[in-house]
């Protein structure tokens, strides 16, 4: 999801499709199902309390749908034209709710793809009920790819530091998929991007199998210094 101004643009039909299944054949499985894992468990420590409303910013084709309870309201909110979402994000990044009548918000692999980080941000915040929580991913190291555009990479203290800004305190805060796996990821992209498409498979299936072995290697804190995703968890502070 790109937003430069979300009244001139529409959700991008042609984008890769983003689904709950991550084939072993493709070229994020190691860290698409990494973070699936990781955001499954975020989800049992933080989504207790059912019934309850959640708001998927930027939610594509919802791909994290099935992690949650089904008895949450879980509403997709996008950029006009997506027809799985059931909010359209309009000027502003505005979602159409009344203040602080939502108990969760869900971002993934959005906040790259934004042009104005703050003002999204403070979308969330405003939404939010005084103790809801912010659940969001994003990227540290990773390759240039538009959706159309694609702004920026974070670390983990400037993470917080933007988070922090818009209003929120953050509660947990983790690197997915330490510097070796930035390596690797990075050797991935740059053969596969040089070889016809049928010889690429085999590429990403070698690279992300040694990519899962050597993310072994790096300790928690070592992943919040140098990491391909980062997975927080915030929540509002007291206005």
């Given amino acids: 999801m790109s937003m430069v101004s979300p009244a001139k643009n529409s959700f991008l039909n042609d984008r890769p499709t983003r689904t709950g299944h991550i084939a072993f054949n493709e070229p994020g499985w190691f860290i698409l ?3 699936r894992d990781e955001l499954r468990q975020i989800v049992a420590d933080n989504v207790k309390d059912v019934p309850a409303q959640l708001v998927d ?27 799985d979402s059931d909010l359209t994000i309009t ?6 709710l009344e203040t602080a009548t939502t108990d969760y918000v869900l971002s993934t692999q ?8 703050h003002a999204y941000l403070s979308e969330c915040r405003r939404v939010l009920r005084p103790d809801g929580r912010l659940i969001l991913s994003t990227h540290g190291h990773w390759v240039y790819h538009q959706d159309p555009e694609d702004y920026w990479r974070w670390t983990s203290p400037g993470l ?28 991935q992209d740059l053969i596969a991007r040089r070889l016809p498409p049928f010889l690429r498979p085999c590429v990403w299936i070698v690279l992300q199998r040694l990519a899962a072995v050597a993310d072994r290697m790096h300790s928690d804190v070592s992943r919040l210094n140098d ?13």
């Fill in 160 to 187: 917080t530091a933007a988070l922090d800004k818009a209003g929120f305190s953050v509660h947990t805060i983790k690197g997915v998929g330490g510097l070796s796996t930035v390596a690797l990821q990075y050797i």
């Fill in 110 to 117: 959005v906040l790259e793809h934004v042009f104005d980080p």
């Fill in 33 to 35: 199902n990494r973070l």
């Fill in 91 to 96: 000027d502003g990044y505005a979602i159409p």
């Fill in 57 to 83: 910013y930027g939610c594509a084709q919802m791909p994290y749908r099935d992690l949650f309870p089904k008895e949450l309201t879980y509403l997709g909110a996008d950029l006009a034209g997506n027809p």
């Fill in 227 to 239: 990491s391909m995703v980062y997975l927080v968890v915030a929540k509002p502070k007291p206005a």
